[in-house]
Each structure stands twice: as C-alpha cells, then as structure tokens.
C-alpha cells in the first residue's frame, strides 16, 4: 500500500530539515604537481588535459602501450566525454604521450 503525503506537510519536512542542516567545511590537501618531460606537445597536453583532470591522472594510465593506446584514450576524452580538443591537437597530444608515457 502507498502512503500519500500531502505536498504542504512534505514541504514543510523538507524545510525544517534544512534549517536544521549544520554547515560542514573542509579543507582539500594540495594537489602534488605534476611536471610533464619536456617536448613538443607539452604545452598542449598541460592545457587542453588539465582542462578536465589533474595530469597525475596520465601518469597512472598503462606505460608503453603506444600511440595507439593514446589515440583511443584521446578520442575517448573527446567523443565520451566532451573534451573541447580539435583533431589536429588531439593527434599532437596523442603523439606526445606515446612518446613520454
């Protein structure tokens, strides 16, 4: 059997339960810094990826598995999820990582 809750006894649950949520702040550790090897495509690849995740986040991805690992991963970010990255950097970033990672 369903219980019917009229909407005015409802909002009024909802309302004193919130006035009587206590504030709760925190605060966050820092992230560690990652340094990218330097070469062609660093630049790219600290801008168009930290644009979504920390770059800890390729350092934590399978090493050695070539360019086309990366080009998955990055048409993954693209078509999956929505990265702003066009095709021409999308093959930069792919290359670079291949390279370094």
Not at 6 to 28: D, F, W
């Amino acid at each position: 059997m369903r219980r019917v809750v009229p909407i005015a006894a409802a909002l009024a649950l909802l309302v004193s339960g919130a006035a009587t949520a206590k504030v709760v702040s925190y605060t966050l550790p820092d992230e560690p810094e990652t340094v990218l090897p330097p070469g062609p495509g660093a630049e790219l690849v600290a801008t168009q990826c930290a644009a979504c995740h920390s770059l800890d986040y390729i350092e934590t991805q399978p090493r050695k598995k070539g360019k086309p690992f990366w080009d998955a991963t990055v048409t993954k970010m693209v078509k999956i999820y929505g990265a702003p990255v066009t095709a021409e950097d999308g093959e930069a970033i792919a290359v670079y990582l291949a390279e370094h990672y």
